[in-house]
Nanobody, 123 residues
C-alpha cells in the first residue's frame, strides 16, 4: 500500500511560482512512476507531468511545457513539481499519483492517489 500526501499549494499572483511536494509512504516508491494531475471546477482531470521510476524519463502536458519541472528524491520518498510563470488557467486542485515503473498520461492507469492540494493563481 502506498499513501501520498501533497503540500505546497496556495494563492499566487500570475507570473509567480510555487513548488508542490508529494511525500510517499510504503516500500514501493523506488519502483513507482509518479505523476501530477490537476482538475479545475467543471473540467476533466488533466495529466500535468510524470517522472518514471528511474527518474530518466518525464512527461509534460503541452500547456505546462517550459514552465513546470518535475523531480524526485527517492531518499526522501518525495516528488516535486516546480511551477513557474503561473497563469490563471493553472488554477486547479493538484493531485499526486503513483503507479509501477513507467509513466502514463491517463489517470486511470495510476493506482494510488493523494488527497490534493489547491493552487489558485490570481490575475
Amino acid at each position: 500500500q502506498v499513501q501520498l500526501v501533497e503540500s505546497g499549494g496556495g494563492l499566487v499572483q500570475a507570473g509567480g511560482s510555487l513548488r508542490l511536494s508529494c511525500t510517499a509512504s510504503g516500500p514501493t516508491f523506488d519502483y513507482a512512476a509518479m505523476g501530477w494531475f490537476r482538475q479545475a471546477p467543471g473540467k476533466e482531470r488533466e495529466g500535468v507531468s510524470c517522472i518514471n521510476w528511474k527518474g530518466d524519463s518525464t512527461y509534460f502536458a503541452d500547456s505546462v511545457k517550459g514552465r513546470f519541472t518535475i523531480s524526485r528524491d527517492n531518499a526522501k520518498k518525495t516528488l516535486y513539481l516546480q511551477m513557474n510563470s503561473l497563469e490563471p488557467e493553472d488554477t486547479a486542485m493538484y493531485y499526486c499519483a503513483a503507479r509501477l515503473w513507467d509513466c502514463s498520461a491517463r489517470g486511470a492507469d495510476f493506482e494510488y492517489w493523494g488527497q490534493g492540494t489547491q493552487v489558485t493563481v490570481s490575475s
